[in-house]
């Protein structure tokens, strides 16, 4: 029997890919590759597999691979699941309730606002009246209140810290799942941040030279992410979600040009056409009409009717996840875990034709300046004797 996953809104059927799926059966057996919530694994025996590796305080080597093989703490709940939806669709709170119920781990949307707070505690945005307006701090209040600050500048550069910052989180997830076995839930996703730029061109936030180079950016980085296993979108009107932006009243969020309907409307089309459709030939999608918040219950039952196993290595779908053998999966491992730096540098494209993005050298010299008479910002931390560092001559890293 085919059926087809649960989608509320029959309008979304035009622009989305819904995927069919083959019914199982109630229980899930052993070796039967299909994520199971904690109801379902109630009363079955637990699977003897190693413990977490401990990835943050030691490091995956040759040496560890020969005795610690990738595959063997990878089960049918070591998938990424990413909750998808426009603002105040209810995203952040869906995804903790599916990583509790399908015991995962939960790894929150990063905010640029965290960047501004240094190794030691000390907030940056208290020296911004000593730079230039070019530098100053710029978090999501103030791209909230005033995107067009800089003549667009500054929202530019905020949402390649936004993709930045995702793009760390994600390659923090693939590690977590591939060193310990643990799946991850997470809400928003750097593959989906072009809706939200596409929005911003579309209502004249940012220019379109600034959508070009964003382009640029994505397509030189994205390649070695691994695209989630699912992606769960909650559709929401565009009236709904202005009421719930105006009844959760955060500061400057209200009334900020980038909760207008015209720019809400301009994200869902970019969700829907463009993410949506793309990312679904790649990853499994589940749809949801969110404009009445329903029991996450129905969204576990539904991610446990699905076989990600049932493609083979010749459909496009599920690809990333699939390796040679055993050594493709431990070098995919080690290079998630210890070589993160390295596929960060995708995301430095020099600006060289988009001039907004561009700070000047006389400001970023002032800009450095300032910084090293900052408390704990002139160097790594463990190195900065002012803060009360002890021991510097003899510290290797």
């Given at each position: 029997?085919?059926?087809?996953s649960?989608v509320?809104?029959p309008?979304l059927?035009?622009?989305v890919?819904?995927i069919a799926?083959?019914q199982q ?7 039967q590759r299909?994520?199971?919530g904690?109801?379902m694994?109630?009363?079955l ?6 413990a977490?590796f401990?990835?943050?305080e030691?490091?995956?080597?040759f040496l560890?691979a020969l005795?610690?093989?990738t ?5 049918e709940?070591?998938k990424l699941?990413?909750?998808e939806?426009?603002p105040?669709?209810g995203k952040?709170?869906?995804a903790?309730e599916?990583?509790e119920?399908l015991?995962?781990?939960?790894f929150?949307?990063?905010?640029v ?9 000390y907030?940056l945005r208290?020296?911004?009246?000593k730079?230039?307006e ?9 791209f909230?209140?005033d995107?067009m600050?800089?003549?667009g ?7 390649l810290?936004?993709?930045?910052l995702?793009?760390k989180l994600?390659?923090e997830?693939l590690?977590?799942?591939?060193n ?7 809400d928003?996703s ?12 579309e209502t ?6 600034v959508?070009n180079?964003?382009h ?5 980085a ?8 699912l992606?769960i ?9 202005r009421?719930r932006i105006?009844?959760?009243?955060l ?7 980038l909760?207008?309907?015209?720019y809400?409307?301009a ?6 056409k463009?993410?949506l459709k793309?990312?679904s030939t ?7 009409d969110?404009?009445k ?5 129905i969204v ?7 076989d990600?196993?049932?493609?083979t290595?010749?459909?496009?779908k ?5 390796r040679?053998?055993?050594w493709?999966?431990n ?6 875990t210890?070589s993160q730096h ?6 430095n ?9 561009l700070i000047?050298?006389?400001d970023?010299?002032?800009r450095?300046a300032?910084?090293?008479e ?8 463990g190195?900065?004797?002012?803060m ?6 003899f510290?290797?890293s």
């Amino acid at each position: 029997m085919v059926f087809f996953s649960r989608v509320s809104s029959p309008k979304l059927c035009g622009s989305v890919v819904i995927i069919a799926r083959k019914q199982q059966q109630c229980v899930i057996t052993v070796g039967q590759r299909s994520i199971s919530g904690k109801v379902m694994r109630q009363g079955l025996p637990p699977v003897k597999k190693p413990a977490p590796f401990p990835y943050k305080e030691k490091r995956y080597n040759f040496l560890r691979a020969l005795l610690d093989p990738t595959t063997s703490r990878l089960d049918e709940n070591s998938k990424l699941i990413v909750v998808e939806g426009p603002p105040a669709a209810g995203k952040r709170a869906l995804a903790k309730e599916l990583a509790e119920e399908l015991d995962m781990a939960y790894f929150p949307s990063p905010n640029v606002a965290d960047c501004y707070i240094n190794k030691y505690g000390y907030d940056l945005r208290q020296v911004d009246h000593k730079l230039p307006e070019s530098c100053k701090s710029y978090d999501e209040n103030d791209f909230l209140k005033d995107p067009m600050r800089g003549n667009g500048s500054k929202a530019a550069r905020f949402q390649l810290t936004k993709l930045s910052l995702r793009y760390k989180l994600h390659l923090e997830a693939l590690a977590h799942i591939l060193n310990t076995g643990q799946g991850v839930v997470m809400d928003r996703s750097p593959f989906s941040d072009l809706a939200y730029m596409t929005a911003m061109t579309e209502t004249g936030v940012i220019s379109k030279n600034v959508y070009n180079f964003y382009h640029q950016v994505r397509n030189n980085a994205l390649f070695a992410l691994w695209r989630p296993h699912l992606v769960i979108y909650l559709d929401v009107p565009v009236d709904e979600t202005r009421r719930r932006i105006e009844a959760r009243n955060l500061p400057n969020e209200k009334d900020s040009m980038l909760t207008t309907p015209a720019y809400l409307q301009a994200l869902v089309d970019s969700y829907k056409k463009d993410y949506l459709k793309d990312i679904s030939t790649h990853a499994e999608v589940l749809v949801y009409d969110w404009s009445k918040v329903a029991d996450p219950e129905i969204v576990v039952e539904d991610i446990e009717r699905i076989d990600f196993d049932q493609y083979t290595v010749y459909d496009e779908k599920m690809k990333d996840w699939r390796r040679i053998n055993e050594w493709d999966w431990n070098n995919s491992r080690q290079e998630f875990t210890h070589s993160q730096h390295y596929l960060m540098a995708h995301l430095n494209v020099p600006p060289i034709q988009c001039n907004e993005i561009l700070i000047g050298a006389g400001d970023n010299k002032v800009r450095a300046a300032v910084m090293d008479e900052t408390p704990g910002s002139k160097f790594a931390k463990g190195f900065n004797p002012e803060m009360g560092d002890k021991g510097i001559l003899f510290k290797l890293s």
